[in-house]
């Protein structure tokens, strides 16, 4: 059935996103908010608006009941996850479907064995993917993860089995290291997802982050290609690209080929995410974890294809089947985002929300601003740092990044510290520019680069 009216259960840059694409579908929207998020971008934007409860997060964007309550009051038919809060929660998903509402995303089921990294590995292993070598799933007592230990070797990366963004990850180079950080990651698991379950990867050095976007219907399934996410810090990446810089034409193909393959086998509905470390010595790529959501970067993809990743994932979801063929993606130039943050580079990425005092956006051919922002808006401190994502497009990677240069320079942000001060740095940088980067880079490059980004602050947010 077609979606009459969608709710948005998330807020900020993405919820704004959703409402667009939603609207050039002839689809009404509810908005949901906190206390904190009245006078949100996305409120203003929307046909209807719901406070759903207090600033923190558990009082609101993650009270389920309170959800699905704004959206019988509403008369919405589907709800719209985004991305972070409940997206991949499999519990809201089959919440949402037993209210006789539209989960626009997977099914619960395919949430709980593409979302849990350890049933993924084994889904992934099944279709044949290629993965890391590590625990065959979960972890569940001490003398298994020993025994895994001895198998594979140090050193070793020891990850939550549920959740993302970085947490509940440690990296053990001994055994002596390894029990105690089990105990470590299992703990801040626990803490941030409710499931202190864990598993084991071997680390490959100097690994590139390569993930492939995917849209299926449930039965068949296409890949949008790649993108390039190695500039990462603690883990959160921070500059995504589509394609990668390096990938050969050979790699891309088979890559491609196993997420797709993947998708299929586990029946996916809606649009995904299927992570990769690639290993340009060898030219192996392991598949690592799926994302079963929109994800933050899906813009580079959008760009690069012309595909609205958005509109394609609420019409999947409607019960339209995939009206792209496979032959029908083709990739056209290079595209890249990075991430304006209210956090000041310069003082180790420091937060500080505040209010917008002025607001000027880069415009011109091949340049978007994905953001919340409005100016006099006041950024609450209750949630993620993200303002906005700058995403340029250009027929060439180099041109690209000159474009990069030139929409930073354009962008002003007054009121609060950005992150700006470190993209400029970056584009300007030669091993950024020839695309020799890997997951490990930007850290050691961070301590190098303090002081220029320091002097960078005089030059504008």
């Avoid at 993606?329 to 005092?357: C, H, M, W, Y």
Wanted: charged share 25%; glycine share 10%; aromatic share 6%.
């Amino acid at each position: 059935m077609a979606i009459r009216k969608l709710l948005i259960a998330n807020r900020g840059e993405i919820a704004v996103r959703i409402i667009r694409a939603a609207r050039e579908l002839g689809i009404e929207t509810v908005q949901v908010h906190s206390a904190a998020d009245t006078e949100m971008l996305a409120v203003k934007m929307a046909d209807e608006a719901v406070n759903i409860g207090p600033p923190h997060a558990a009082k609101s964007y993650l009270n389920i009941d309170a959800i699905l309550a704004a959206a019988k009051a509403t008369g919405a038919d589907a709800i719209h996850p985004g991305y972070g809060f409940l997206a991949e929660n499999a519990g809201f998903a089959d919440a949402v479907e037993a209210a006789g509402l539209i989960f626009v995303g997977p099914t619960g089921e395919q949430i709980r064995t593409m979302g849990d990294k350890a049933m993924a590995r084994t889904a992934a292993l099944a279709a044949g993917v290629p993965c890391v070598p590590g625990s065959d799933g979960r972890i569940d007592s001490a003398e298994e993860a020993r025994e895994v230990a001895a198998r594979i070797g140090f050193p070793l990366m020891i990850k939550a089995a549920a959740g993302g963004g970085g947490r509940g990850i440690r990296i053990a180079a001994t055994p002596e290291e390894f029990e105690h950080l089990m105990a470590q990651a299992s703990a801040e698991a626990k803490a941030a997802f409710g499931d202190g379950g864990l598993y084991v990867e071997k680390v490959i050095q100097r690994a590139r982050h390569i993930e492939v976007q995917i849209l299926a219907d449930g039965d068949n399934a296409i890949h949008c290609y790649e993108r390039e996410c190695s500039l990462q810090r603690r883990r959160q990446k921070v500059w995504e690209e589509a394609p990668s810089a390096t990938l050969p034409a050979d790699i891309r193909e088979k890559l491609c080929a196993s997420a797709v393959a993947l998708a299929k086998a586990v029946h996916y509905r809606g649009a995904g995410t299927i992570e990769y470390l690639y290993d340009d010595q060898s030219g192996e790529f392991y598949f690592i974890e799926m994302n079963t959501r929109i994800q933050v970067e899906h813009p580079v993809t959008e760009m690069v294809t012309g595909i609205d990743l958005v509109r394609e994932m609420i019409k999947i979801a409607g019960g339209a089947k995939l009206a792209l063929r496979q032959e029908d993606v083709r990739l056209k130039g290079a595209a890249i985002e990075v991430r304006i943050n209210a956090e000041d580079p310069a003082k180790n990425f420091q937060p500080g929300p505040g209010t917008i005092s002025q607001l000027s956006v880069p415009g011109g051919a091949g340049t978007r601003f994905d953001t919340m922002l409005y100016q006099g808006y006041t950024v609450p401190p209750f949630y993620d740092s993200l303002l906005g994502k700058l995403i340029v497009w250009d027929e060439t990677r180099g041109a690209a990044i000159e474009r990069l240069k030139r929409a930073l320079g354009e962008l002003e942000v007054g009121g609060m510290k950005t992150t700006k001060p470190l993209f400029a740095l970056l584009a300007a940088d030669p091993d950024v520019r020839a695309g020799a980067v890997h997951t490990r880079w930007l850290e050691p490059w961070l301590e190098i680069n303090a002081a220029k980004m320091q002097e960078q602050e005089g030059t504008g947010s």
